[in-house]
């Protein structure tokens, strides 16, 4: 119904960037809102950014002021900015969506990950 293809990711030092994108495909009637989140090994997912069809955004506190989620509606893409990294950032980060499958009904759906690693 809905495919999440991600892009980005890879190895950064302390300090650097990194910019990851998630489009989102297939039958749907909207995205109501889609976000990223993160699983470091031995850790529960945890959220990282997300945003709204009209633009809302939110951010785990450990993010703040050093990521920025953004989207692009005609393309029914989303991306996330990732600025002064550090080594706690290092993570397998997921693309989610809710996804309004039916004008009744909204699925959530989740892109393959993509492994970000912060390291010297």
């Known amino acids: 119904q809905v495919q999440l293809v991600q892009s980005g990711g890879g190895l950064v030092q302390p300090g650097g960037s990194l910019r990851l994108s998630c489009a989102a495909s297939?039958?749907?009637?909207?995205?109501?809102?889609m976000g990223w989140y993160r699983q470091a090994p031995g850790k529960q997912r945890e959220l990282v950014a997300t945003i709204t069809s009209g633009g809302t955004t939110n951010y785990a506190d450990s993010v703040k002021g050093r990521f920025t989620i953004s989207k692009d509606n005609a393309k029914n893409t989303v991306y996330l900015q990732m600025n002064s990294l550090k080594p706690e950032d290092t993570a397998v980060y997921y693309c989610?969506?809710?996804?309004?499958?039916?004008?009744?009904?909204?699925?959530?759906?989740w892109g393959q990950g993509n492994q970000v690693t912060v390291s010297s």
């Open positions: 297939g039958s749907f009637f909207g995205i109501n809102a």
């Open positions: 989610n969506a809710d996804a309004q499958t039916y004008p009744w009904k909204s699925v959530g759906f």
